[in-house]
Structure formats: C-alpha cells, structure tokens
C-alpha cells in the first residue's frame, strides 16, 4: 500500500513539473497572450497593426498582451495590453477541418518595436524537412489548473517528412498547405498548454499549430498551419483593411 502511494505521488510531481526538457527564459519578442472570457491562445506580430493565431481560437472580449512572460503574474512589467479592431477569419476556415486555420487580428493601434516587443519575419520559401524549429507557448500548472498559465516554455523542434506525419496522423490528410513538427507521435505524459503555438524555423514564422495528439512542448508532433502557402491572403487581408 506504501509503494502504491509512493508511486502515486512521484507520477503526480512529475505531471506538476509538466515537461523536464523545456527551455524557460524570456518571452521570444514576436510572441503574443490573447487572453479572453473562454481560453486563451498563442498569437504572432508579424505588422505594426496586426497579429496571426489559428482560426479555431475562441475570443470573446479578447485582450491583446505583448510582453508577458507569466500571465498569471498581474504585477509583472513590461507588459503592454491593448484591444482589437476586428477579427478575420480565412474565408475557407471550418470548424470540421483543420485546414485553412489561420486568423488575423487587427489591433487598435500601432505597436512600435522596443526590447521586449518585435515582429517576426515572414517566410520566403518552402521549409524542407528536417529544419529546427523554435515552437513557444504557455504552460498551465498541472496541480492548480483553476490558475491562467505561469510558464512560458520553448522546445526546439525539426520539421518532419509528409510521410511520417502521415504514419503519426493516419485519421487526417495532410495536405501541402501543412507543415508537421516535433519527434515523438502520441501522447507521452499529461499537460495543458496554450493553443496555437507557432514553429519559428531560420529566424521565420512558418507555422501556426492546429492539432497534436498531445503536447508540442513535450516534442509530441504537431500538425501546423504552413505561413508560406497563405502569404497571398495575409497580404492581401492586411491591405484591403
């Protein structure tokens, strides 16, 4: 009975620990929290006035948060919240489908770049397999999930073969838009993260996470949104509005 206990408490620390092979530090500057009423998400500044997440992130009464690090930290500085103007959906997006999950977000003002703020770079051409990638988002507290996430946590991550994304995802199609990320297929241990993580790849924004069958910050591979097939529609949307 002891060492069922005992067993019980070492795999409950381990679940509150969430993931021994994260990288902590700073949030990456590109980085945004979109905290609202539902669940927060993951966003991008890629422009001045506007920001990319996934089209299947709920928002209402969104609040934009650059800066953050420990959103469950009301005291931390350098924080900058702002609200948004609108909210545009890919015009193909299907709450069905993972396809087309793209969204942007234009902000209420002009963000100007400082050291804790930037925008991320667009990508110019297709990523080949086997690049590394930078994947971020938050982390939830395991033991306490009453609480917004406290960690901010990055994975470095290689772009896999459409192939072997097809073996770890047999139930989807992915298609050319789709780029897939990480190592491991499946789901390892428990976890809670943010939604809509993106893949920096070469200093780049190439992805924006739509599903995994576990967790991106634990390597688990992520089937992503691939930014250079939807750079038609970004710049067009950004010009038109």
């Keep these: 009975m002891k060492f069922v206990f005992l067993w019980a408490l070492i795999n409950l620390l381990g679940a509150c620990a969430f993931n021994p092979d994260h990288i902590g530090g700073k949030t990456p500057p590109y980085l945004v929290y979109l905290k609202s009423d539902y669940l927060p998400c993951t966003g ?18 969104l609040q934009v948060v650059l800066g953050v690090t420990n959103p469950s930290d009301p005291k931390e500085r350098n924080v900058e919240i702002i609200g948004h103007e609108k909210m545009i959906h890919h015009p193909y997006y299907s709450v069905s489908s993972i396809e087309y999950d793209l969204m942007l977000i234009k902000l209420k003002r002009v963000i100007r770049p400082s050291k804790y703020v930037e925008m991320a770079e667009l990508p110019q051409y297709i ?3 086997n690049t590394m990638c930078t994947v971020s988002t938050w982390a939830y507290n395991l033991c306490d999930l009453t609480k917004d996430p406290d960690t901010l946590q990055t994975v470095n991550i290689s772009v896999i073969s459409k192939t072997d994304c097809d073996n770890a995802y047999k139930a989807y199609n992915i298609k050319e838009n789709m780029i897939c990320v990480g190592i ?6 428990p976890c809670k993260e943010v939604s809509a993580a993106p893949a920096v790849c070469d200093g780049m924004l190439y992805g924006i996470l739509s599903y995994a069958d576990g967790c991106v910050l634990r390597a688990d591979v992520g089937i992503y949104a ?9 710049e067009e949307t950004i010009n038109n509005n």
């Design 44 to 61: 991008v500044l890629i422009h001045p006035l506007w920001v990319i997440t996934a089209a299947h992130c709920n928002l209402p009464k």
């Design 127 to 129: 990523i080949p397999k």
């Design 184 to 189: 491991v297929p499946g789901r390892r241990l």
């Design 226 to 234: 691939s930014i250079f097939h939807y750079m038609t529609w970004i």
